[in-house]
């Protein structure tokens, strides 16, 4: 059974995902479709393109992926499909793929030129449907567009290094469910830049002289469960996509707080690691 993901900033309110459901179904009601996010930030683009990164492997090859962010057609946001690491991908051309295809390359990329409707509303629901049914059949890419061999091209999210090369300084890209603030600097960068230097991890006024490989390496378990205390302890954490990432343990808004509120970080805001 072919399988079509949705990734969009519609919300779970309005009638628009839902709506897309229902056009996937009509075009054949033996595809799977699989929610991976209706909660995008609006517009977000690299918080759409971290979302789908870090989703799209664990589904098979051959799985189409519709990315419904910033997807009006216009004489700067023309659509694409492309096949990317055995997958496709069908969106706008909007900065979002060539986020991703900064450390895999895109295998075939094609501009698509067979709009239906012009409607802006519509777009999802009508042009990215109808190309992801056509792939979901094992369609190719040359029937729905034209090869291109660029994309737009975007802000890169590679973090920056100083000349001295004892900084890197990067930004947060992502604030997940439970307010852990993911920045845009990973283990294998920091790494490369590190080589084996004692070094500090700083956002805002707070300091880490050390990252977690997992949430619970913050708690001592040779001290009674009792005494222990951890609820609310702020720490710097590889996350399992890799990235850096500021964490609260245990982290609750209602209670203990979360890295977010508690550091008063959010989306864009500098993370910096100082080497010494």
């Given at each position: 059974m072919a399988i079509i993901t949705l990734t969009t900033d519609f919300g779970e309110k309005d009638h628009f995902a839902g709506a897309v459901k229902g056009a996937i179904y009509s075009e054949s009601e033996d595809f799977k479709i699989v929610d991976i996010s209706h909660s995008v930030s609006p517009f977000n683009i690299p918080e759409a393109a971290y979302i789908v990164q870090n989703s799209y492997m664990s589904f098979p090859k051959g799985t189409v992926h519709i990315i419904g962010i910033d997807g009006e057609l216009h004489p700067e946001n023309r659509h694409i499909a492309v096949k990317l690491d055995g997958h496709y991908f069908v969106c706008a051309?909007?900065?979002i793929i060539s986020i991703m295809?900064?450390?895999i390359a895109p295998e075939k990329m094609v501009e698509i030129n067979i709009h239906g409707s012009s409607l802006p509303e519509t777009t999802t629901l009508d042009?990215?449907?109808?190309?992801?049914?056509?792939?979901?059949?094992?369609?190719t890419l040359e029937v729905i567009g034209k090869a291109i061999d660029s994309?737009?091209?975007?802000?890169?999210?590679?973090?920056?290094?100083?000349?001295?090369?004892n900084q890197i300084i990067g930004s947060v890209i992502y604030v997940d469910n439970y307010g852990n603030v993911v920045s845009n600097i990973r283990k294998k960068?920091?790494?490369?830049?590190?080589k084996g230097r004692s070094y500090e991890v700083q956002a805002r006024s707070y300091k880490f002289d050390r990252v977690l490989s997992k949430y619970s390496d913050i708690v001592d378990f040779d001290v009674p469960e009792a005494s222990r205390n951890v609820e609310g302890k702020k720490m710097a954490i590889f996350n399992t996509s890799g990235h850096l990432e500021i964490a609260v343990y245990k982290s609750d808004n209602?209670?203990?707080?979360?890295?977010?509120?508690?550091?008063?970080?959010?989306?864009?805001d500098t993370?910096?690691?100082?080497?010494v």
């Open positions: 051309d909007n900065g295809t900064e450390e042009t990215f449907v109808k190309v992801a049914c056509h792939l979901a059949r094992g369609g994309l737009k091209p975007t802000k890169s999210m590679l973090p920056f290094v100083n000349d001295e090369q960068f920091f790494e490369s830049v590190q209602a209670t203990v707080g979360s890295a977010s509120k508690l550091l008063g970080l959010q989306l864009r993370i910096s690691v100082n080497f």
